[in-house]
């Protein structure tokens, strides 16, 4: 296997983020992309393009030089150990770990970044409701913090301005489906509190 890590990294750069990135331990071929995103304030229109630009050409990285995995960490998520290993064991199509919506997620805050469609609204999964520790479960809304998409999913799904929401809803109408680890629990750092 060979993986390409992209980290998208905004304005700050947490040492310890990317130290658990580097310490993952993988013995194959892991090529790590860190990638500024974020010159501009998240108020601005803009913002999301900056991200998709860097998504897209980390994409395009993938599929010229024969990787068979993009892995997506966010700089503010801190990955636990053995982390990229756990997700290639778990072989889907994209499956993320899962950590906490922080301060800059507003009414959301405290809740699971990966969701399920209930009726015609996403929802915050739940332990205890929606899995039991260590399962990995069906998701409909996955994020982008800790993350790894195969090749396959990336030879039919670019990304787009919707970010997340629009990669979740398209990998779904292709036919790949979404996974959430919930034996892989990560750090979410707030770096937006006030």
């Not at 993009?70 to 993320?96: G, H, M, Q, W, Y």
């Not at 009414?107 to 209930?118: D, H, N, P, V, Y």
């Not at 929802?123 to 809304?141: L, Q, Y």
């Not at 680890?181 to 750090?187: A, F, M, R, Y």
Request: proline share 3%; with cysteine.
């Amino acid at each position: 296997m060979k993986i390409l890590t992209l980290v998208t990294i905004g304005s700050y750069l947490d040492i310890e983020v990317i130290q658990s990135v580097i310490k993952q331990g993988f013995e194959g071929e892991n090529d790590i992309l860190l990638c500024p995103y974020n010159p501009f304030s998240t108020v601005r229109p803009d913002w999301g393009q900056n991200i998709v630009l860097k998504q897209n050409k980390a994409k395009e990285i993938v599929l010229r030089h024969n990787y068979t995995h993009l892995f997506s960490v966010e700089a503010d998520v801190l990955i636990p150990a053995n982390t990229l290993t756990r997700l290639l064991f778990d072989n889907k199509d994209v499956v993320c770990g899962i950590y906490k919506l922080h301060s800059h997620s507003d009414s959301l805050k405290g809740t699971i970044a990966a969701f399920r469609k209930e009726d015609k609204i996403y929802v915050s999964i739940e332990a205890g409701k929606d899995f039991n520790w260590g399962e990995v479960i069906e998701v409909d809304f996955l994020p982008f913090g800790c993350t790894l998409i195969k090749r396959e999913v990336l030879e039919n799904i670019d990304f787009g301005i919707g970010l997340d929401a629009e990669f979740s809803m398209n990998c779904k109408n292709k036919g790949f489906k979404l996974w959430a680890d919930t034996g892989i629990v990560c750090e979410h750092r707030d770096y937006y509190k006030k």
